[in-house]
Every structure is written in structure tokens, then in C-alpha cells.
């Protein structure tokens, strides 16, 4: 015979709604309220760097901005004049040839720079021994002074005494004026610009690779990719969002050369290296015209910003 076990203990109380239920009205509340009071604190925190961008960055482009619109002079003394100084400058052949000799700076930069990036990193991305010797040794250029390579490379490409052109000499070539040649001044300073600053860029995308899942790669070698198949359909795809960062900022630095081109060449030839920045710096540092110079700057801002839209456009649509 069978029995039937009845439970004597009491029934489990259930949690009245609004009293300590976690999905309950006050247990929203409860949540909400911690929910305000972290951002509260963590608006604190933030308060003082907020500070720092409002002031220094944002407040000086609203004051360029402005500056832009007046005739402002040395003396202290300006006058509002509205748009004239972007209708000067639409008639400016010097400003029309400055941006034509960035553009072009930038094209000879930026494939250099993410090229040599990119292979650096790749390179000790797959080296086991010694990888943070040699890291460290490519990532030495870019805290050198701008100044001591201009220097340095001015030298290297002398025609008299350059180190290029004497070794140009032993296979009976050159000599040839690196500097002085309209069409080589600007992939001449290009690589000079690249040599000191991809060891930036080699680091970020040296992250971007060691980020990369393992299986991922495995698995396209189980498949039989060989290496320049793993490059093309598994790397760089995954890598694209580091890829569209690294080519923001240096295309964001290539507008903005104007250090090498000052040291390297003063402009010339014939102004065939007269960046954007370089009319800018003679502009307001060297005629002393604020208000004309304010609106290069300006609309150095604006170029940058629509390159950059245009790249995300093109480049970064899958970078989210």
C-alpha cells in the first residue's frame, strides 16, 4: 500500500510588489535613482578635462571663427567685415597653389606612412625573439624632435655631401637635387616625414593584429589559405577598423605639415613645398594680418573635416 507524503511546512512568502522586488515599481525607482547619481559622480570626474577641451580647443576655433569675420591687426584695432576675407580668398592664387601642394604632400605621405606601418607590424607581430627590442627601436623616430630630422635628412640629401647621392655615386648615378627639384621636394619630405612618425601608427596597428582571434587565422590555414590569402581575406578585414583610425590621423597630420617643410626647404622651390600652414604661419606671424589668416585656418579645419568624412565614407562604413 501506498502512501501519500502531504508537506506541512508553511507556504514560501512572495515578495509584495513595490517592497524590496528588484522588477517591482520601487525597485525601478531605487535603480533609476543610482542610475542619476553615477552620472552625477562620473560627470565630476569628467568636469575638469571637459574643461580643458572647452577652453583650449573649442573656444580658440570659435575665436578663429570669429577672427575670420574682422580685419583685426597688431595694433589691437578691427573691424567686423563679414565675409571678405573668404571672398579674398576664393581670388588668392597663393592660397589656391598652397592647398594644391598639401593635397599632393598628403598623396605622397599617407599611402608611405600606413604602407611601412603596416609591414613593420606585421613583421613583429609574427617575430618571437626580441619583438620589444625592436619595437622600441622602430617607435625611437617619433619621440625625436621634427627639428633634428629635418636637420638630419636635409643633410642625407645634400647634393654635394649627402649621403644619398655618395652612395647614388658608387653605382655611377646622380648626383641628384633631392631639395631643389620641383617634382622630388615633396616625396623627399614625405619620406622624411614618414620615417619619423609611422612608429606611431606601427603601434596601434601592431595592437589591432595581436587582437585578432587565433582560431580565426587556424582556421583559414586548416582551409589551406597560404599567406597572402590570410593577409588579404582575414587579416586586413578584421583589422579594418584600426586601418580607417590610423588613416584619419595621419591624413589629419599631413594637412597640418608644416615643421619639415620650415627647416628642409623654407617653401621653395619656388614654392613647390608652400604648404596651407606655411601661408598661414607668414599670414598671421609674418604680415601680421589675424583676420585673413583666421579664415585659413578655418577653412583648414573644414578640409580636414570633409577628408575625414569622405574616408569614413569610403574606407570606414564597417568600422562600428
Known amino acids: 500500500m501506498t502512501r501519500t507524503t502531504l508537506s506541512t511546512a508553511p507556504p514560501a512568502k512572495t515578495a509584495a510588489p513595490g517592497r524590496g522586488s528588484r522588477g517591482g515599481r520601487g525597485g525601478g525607482s531605487l535603480s533609476k535613482a543610482v542610475r542619476r547619481r553615477e552620472a552625477r559622480v562620473g560627470l565630476v570626474f569628467v568636469a575638469p578635462m571637459l574643461l580643458l577641451f572647452i577652453v583650449f580647443r573649442f573656444g580658440p576655433t570659435l575665436g578663429a571663427a570669429f577672427l575670420s569675420l574682422t580685419d583685426y591687426r597688431l595694433s589691437g584695432e578691427w573691424q567686423f567685415i563679414g565675409?571678405?576675407?573668404?571672398?579674398?580668398?576664393?581670388?588668392?592664387?597663393?592660397?589656391?597653389?598652397?592647398l594644391g601642394v598639401t593635397a599632393l604632400y598628403t598623396?605622397?605621405?599617407?599611402?608611405?606612412?600606413v604602407l611601412l606601418s603596416l609591414g613593420t607590424a606585421l613583421l613583429l607581430h609574427r617575430?618571437?625573439?626580441?619583438?620589444?627590442?625592436?619595437?622600441?627601436?622602430?617607435?625611437?623616430?617619433?619621440?625625436?624632435s621634427i627639428v633634428l630630422a629635418a636637420v638630419i635628412w636635409k643633410w642625407i640629401y645634400e647634393v654635394e655631401d649627402g649621403l644619398l647621392n655618395a652612395t647614388l655615386g658608387v653605382f655611377s648615378l646622380g648626383p641628384v637635387d633631392f631639395l631643389g627639384s620641383e617634382h622630388l621636394v615633396l616625396p623627399s619630405i614625405a619620406v622624411t616625414s614618414a620615417w619619423k612618425g609611422f612608429g606611431y601608427s606601427m603601434l596601434i596597428l601592431l595592437a589591432g593584429l595581436q587582437s585578432i582571434p587565433r582560431h580565426v587565422v587556424e582556421a583559414a590555414t586548416i582551409d589551406g589559405a597560404n599567406g597572402w590569402q590570410r593577409l588579404w581575406w582575414v587579416t586586413l578585414p578584421l583589422l579594418r577598423p584600426v586601418l580607417f583610425f590610423v588613416l584619419v590621423i595621419e591624413a589629419i597630420g599631413a594637412f597640418q605639415v608644416f615643421d619639415a617643410m620650415y627647416v628642409m626647404t623654407a617653401g621653395g622651390p619656388v614654392r613647390a613645398s608652400y604648404s596651407l600652414v606655411y601661408?598661414?604661419?607668414?599670414?598671421?606671424?609674418?604680415?601680421?594680418?589675424?583676420?585673413?589668416?583666421?579664415?585659413?585656418?578655418?577653412?583648414?579645419?573644414?578640409?580636414?573635416?570633409?577628408?575625414?568624412?569622405?574616408?569614413?565614407?569610403?574606407?570606414?562604413?564597417?568600422?562600428?
Do not use: C, M
Not at 598623396?107 to 606612412?113: H, Q, S
Not at 598661414?280 to 580636414?304: E, M, N, P, Q, S
Open 107 to 113: 598623396a605622397f605621405f599617407v599611402p608611405l606612412t
Open 127 to 144: 617575430t618571437v625573439w626580441a619583438r620589444g627590442f625592436f619595437r622600441g627601436v622602430f617607435f625611437l623616430p617619433y619621440v625625436t
Open 279 to 320: 601661408l598661414l604661419y607668414d599670414t598671421g606671424f609674418k604680415f601680421f594680418d589675424f583676420g585673413y589668416a583666421g579664415a585659413i585656418g578655418l577653412v583648414l579645419f573644414l578640409v580636414v573635416l570633409t577628408f575625414s568624412l569622405i574616408q569614413r565614407r569610403l574606407i570606414g562604413r564597417d568600422a562600428d
Open 83 to 98: 565675409a571678405e576675407n573668404y571672398t579674398r580668398l576664393l581670388h588668392d592664387d597663393l592660397f589656391w597653389s598652397s
